[in-house]
């Protein structure tokens, strides 16, 4: 065994716009900080060559990116995963070249973020192992290889007969070569589009398929549109005109219409970038058959490059809204409640706006429009009862704006008198509940046992009607489950719910629970003894397939591929799956095997190859005896069912790990034998490989 070369460490932390302070950052030495809006702290780190280190940054109360970048300022990663302000971000990279490396820390979201703590450390700092170094150091190899597999695609594609199939490829190709070679991306576009529209003339409303297919040529032109908005705006406005799709199979014309809104909005914002003139046209003539929420953010970005523009057609829609009634009118309603936050003065507005919803200092509309607008709102919401055989979609309607006014926060008794008062007294009335003697039972047994810490809260409910006490069981268990004491939680379940169903119900979300809470935490080992207590087989197959890519990251080598080994056995020793949810979490094992030991994790997938060929075989030979999988004699990889899914995923595992053996993968993948999932494999990759991830 080689031994490991010295390496000196010598990590700077410096906080903007604090004075910068040394720090020196050693093995099992964690250090933590305070974060705030605004603020980056940045570490070096000096490495020798070669050398594999890993850092985690412990979120302790606010969410952080962690960027790398290599001596020569390339940057190499960020790091944020979906774990929320609690819970590791984990950052693993191999110094290939001797030198300073940086490690930048930031919070991720808004300026007014409020600030947390955060700790950061050294979980492994080692040679790195010949597969680390082969992987980083082949990057460039294999994308080669991965390019000279595109070429080899190029007559297989068009080869496909099903139009779905085929269009996804085209897509899928178009994305990977757009940044190396945007004429063949083009090409592969413009067939897709063509696709698309030729798709459309086949499509039958008296079919059995005809859900299936609107479904899916809507999200295909929804995908053609997104990708192609961003390089060619006004050929993707065009695409979308050009494309209309037929009536929604549910007969929900209302949000067909606020689908095709959107869409088209999505569009015109990316020509708002270059041409705002032309933007605000096309979003008037939008305006003048239809309403869409979206049009808030469509005026975010004019008053970005033009408030005096922003501010006129603002007052555009104000005065069509004031014209509207607007509670038999949802996407009106939605708009005037959007308008409303949007133009909310500055000083409150941060702290009442919707989520994502760009803001400016400048409110869009002037202070009378406004109220006026505001008015209307409050009037029509307030003034609401539910008549008639349109009642449900009023009502909702009504909700909506009365929970939004709801939210508003304090302009609402600025601008009416009372406001806060009348909207809840509103809503207390068409919910029906205040009087209702029920639910007033249940709130006063939930309220005591949310304000009891301690051990009455049992005792409390006893005293409860017979027909709220699993009700408020169950509540009491979840309490004690988040609190982290899944032992009383589970005591809590099965002493008092006599319902078999609804106990196990209880106890399947205590373990999800405890599950999701290790893994957040990083507490791998945790988790994998909560799925081994699992006694369902395939229960506990599904849960290890939802945590089983996240082990590793925060672990030393050595402990991953233990605790790899670890979920591999709790599954049927059988090389094959016994059933679906096993077969997801053996590929989800050999994808993260795949970091650390790429022989084992082609071990644990060539079975699956063979496996998935059998039952490609099988479903064609019960095609017209069940559920349809194929089309065109082809298996339709759109249609949702088992084998197009688990064939997909495979694909995707195959992609993974072709990063560290292009060869094996793709000999692998050779072994398919459907061609329409063989290219499949192909595309997952060349996407891989090309793009490095």
Same mark, same amino acid.
């Given at each position: ?284 003539? =939008?305006?003048?058959?239809?309403? @869409?929420?979206?049009?808030? &953010?469509? $005026?975010?970005? !004019? /008053?970005?490059?033009? #408030?005096? *523009? ?78 008639? =055989?349109?009642?449900?979609?009023? @009502?909702?309607?009504?909700? &909506?704006? $009365?929970?939004? !006014? /709801?939210?508003?926060? #304090?302009? *609402? ?281």
């Amino acid at each position: 065994m080689s031994k490991l070369p010295a390496l000196t460490l010598a990590f700077v932390l410096v906080c903007i716009p604090l004075a910068a302070q040394t720090t020196q950052l050693q093995s099992g030495t964690p250090i933590e900080r305070t974060l705030g809006p605004g603020q980056v702290h940045t570490f070096t780190v000096d490495l020798q060559e070669n050398t594999y280190i890993q850092v985690v940054v412990e979120q302790r109360g606010i969410d952080v990116v962690v960027t790398v970048s290599s001596p020569t300022g390339n940057n190499l990663g960020e790091f944020d995963s979906p774990n929320g302000d609690d819970g590791p971000e984990n950052v693993a990279f191999v110094a290939v070249t001797a030198g300073t490396y940086q490690i930048s820390v930031h919070p991720f979201g808004p300026d007014n973020t409020p600030q947390g703590r955060y700790e950061i450390k050294i979980v492994e700092l080692r040679q790195a192992t010949e597969q680390e170094l082969k992987t980083t150091q082949n990057l460039d190899v294999v994308k080669k290889k991965g390019l000279a597999l595109m070429n080899d695609l190029e007559g297989l594609i068009p080869q496909i007969k099903s139009p779905q199939t085929r269009i996804r490829a085209q897509l899928q190709a178009a994305e990977i070569l757009w940044d190396l070679d945007e004429k063949r991306a083009s090409k592969y576009l413009s067939d897709a589009m063509t696709g698309v529209k030729e798709f459309l003339t086949t499509i039958d409303n008296s079919s059995q398929q005809y859900f299936q297919q609107y479904s899916l040529v809507t999200q295909l032109r929804h995908e053609i549109a997104e990708m192609l908005a961003g390089r060619d705006p006004e050929a993707a406005l065009a695409f979308v005109y050009a494309t209309v799709p037929p009536p929604d199979p549910s007969g929900d014309r209302r949000e067909q219409m606020s689908q095709e809104s959107g869409l088209e909005l999505m569009v015109i914002n990316q020509i708002m970038r270059n041409d705002p003139n032309r933007a605000l046209q096309l979003a008037r003539e =939008s305006l003048k058959t239809k309403y @869409s929420s979206n049009l808030t &953010n469509t $005026l975010a970005q !004019l /008053q970005r490059q033009n #408030p005096e *523009l922003a501010t006129q057609f603002a007052v555009e829609i104000a005065n069509k809204l004031l014209n509207e009634k607007l509670i038999k009118n949802h996407e009106a309603a939605n708009l005037a409640l959007n308008l409303a936050r949007f133009a909310q003065s500055p000083q409150r507005r941060n702290q009442t706006a919707a989520p994502n919803l760009a803001l400016s200092e400048k409110p869009v509309l002037p202070d009378d429009k406004y109220r006026e607008l505001f008015q209307k709102i409050f009037n029509e919401a307030v003034a609401y009862s539910p008549t008639g =055989s349109s009642a449900y979609a009023e @009502s909702e309607t009504a909700f &909506n704006l $009365l929970n939004g !006014l /709801q939210a508003i926060g #304090p302009d *609402l008794d600025t601008v009416v008198s009372g406001g806060t008062a009348a909207v809840q007294k509103k809503i207390a009335e068409l919910n029906g509940r205040a009087s209702d003697p029920r639910y007033r039972i249940v709130q006063q047994y939930e309220a005591k046992i949310d304000n009891d810490p301690g051990e009455n809260s049992a005792a409390v409910i006893e005293k409860a009607p017979p027909e709220f006490k699993d009700q408020l069981y169950v509540q009491l268990a979840q309490r004690e489950a988040n609190k982290g004491d899944t032992a009383r939680a589970r005591q809590i379940i099965d002493e008092h719910i006599r319902n078999p169903y609804q106990r196990q119900q209880a106890l399947a979300n205590i373990e999800q629970q405890e599950i999701s809470r290790a893994m957040s935490k990083g507490k791998v080992e945790d988790a994998l003894r909560a799925i081994a207590g699992v006694r369902n087989p395939r229960e506990r197959a599904s849960r290890l397939s939802q945590i089983a890519n996240q082990i590793g990251p925060g672990q030393k080598r050595a402990t991953a591929l233990n605790l790899l080994e670890q979920a591999r056995s709790l599954l049927n020793a059988s090389p094959q799956a016994q059933d679906e949810d096993q077969m997801r979490a053996l590929f989800e094992i050999a994808r993260s095997f795949a970091r650390y030991d790429v022989k084992r994790a082609f071990e644990i997938l060539d079975p699956l190859v063979d496996q998935i060929n059998d039952l490609c075989a099988a479903a064609r030979t019960m095609e017209g005896f069940g559920p349809a999988y194929y089309e065109n004699d082809e298996l339709s990889l759109q249609n949702g069912g088992t084998v197009a899914s688990l064939a997909q995923q495979m694909a995707g595992v195959l992609g993974n790990l072709a990063l560290i053996n292009f060869e094996r993968a793709k000999l692998a993948s050779d072994r398919i034998r459907l061609p329409e999932v063989r290219l499949r494999a192909y595309l997952e990759i060349s996407q891989h490989t090309i793009q490095g991830r």
